[in-house]
Antibody, heavy 118, light 112 residues
């Protein structure tokens, strides 16, 4: 069955970097579009980025992370990444990866917490 | 960006009764491919979200038929028939038509 497991979260100072991982099982990552979505503590959901399937390989980002975050994929490890640079306190959130199916994620991981604080 | 506005923000419901949540977008969600990418999600306390509905009215695998979606253009509705205790939590709509993708602010459902 489809499973997504995120890791890589932690505490980082403003201006620092983190790389999140999302290991996929039960399907071939390169065949699917994959989302990153975040949720600040006590807040709602915010879409962050999408990497389309290998057919197009296009990437899309929300404006607040453009130029700072990069979504990528390692097909040999069936793993999705989110490289986050120049982190800000407002990036503090639980980050979820999700597999795209008709315009939104139909499978979600359990999330990994990123805290940006000095 | 397309703003998704949900109402109500909070919805107390009686077990066994029905409930409806509204979601309105600031732009039409009909994609150039002819499909409307409007999804509904449910998040129970302490859990990851789960998608219930996609393309306005298609139910995801394993979703009870108590959940139904409707609407078009900029106005959409999620209906829950025969509310059960497990339906507590927050419901979100999301548009997948325009970049960046955007979520509604959420509707918190609680049992009276």
């Amino acid at each position: 069955q489809v499973q997504l497991v995120e890791s890589g979260g932690g505490v980082v100072q403003p201006g620092g970097s983190l790389r999140l991982s999302c290991v996929a099982s039960g399907f071939t990552l390169s065949d699917s579009g994959m989302h990153w979505i975040r949720q600040a503590p006590g807040k709602g959901l915010e879409w962050v980025a999408l990497k389309r399937s290998e057919e197009t390989n296009l990437e899309h980002y929300t404006d607040s992370v453009k130029g700072r975050f990069t979504i990528s994929r390692d097909n040999s490890r069936n793993t999705l990444f989110l490289q986050m640079n120049s982190l800000r306190p407002e990036d503090t959130a639980v980050y979820y990866c999700g597999r795209d199916f008709w315009g939104g994620p139909n499978y979600w991981g359990q999330g990994t917490l990123v805290t940006v604080s000095s | 960006d397309v703003v998704m506005t949900q109402s109500p923000l909070s919805l107390p419901v009686t077990l066994g009764q029905s409930a409806s949540i509204s979601c309105r977008s600031t732009q039409g969600l009909l994609h150039s491919d002819g499909r409307t990418y409007l999804s509904w999600f449910h998040q129970r306390p302490g859990q990851s979200p789960r998608r219930l509905i996609y393309k306005i009215s298609d139910r995801d695998s394993g979703v009870p038929d108590r959940f139904s979606g409707s609407g078009s253009g900029t106005d959409f509705t999620l209906k829950i028939s025969r509310v059960e205790a497990e339906d507590v939590g927050v419901f979100y709509c999301m548009q997948g038509t325009h970049w960046p993708l955007t979520f509604g602010g959420g509707t918190k459902v609680e049992i009276k």
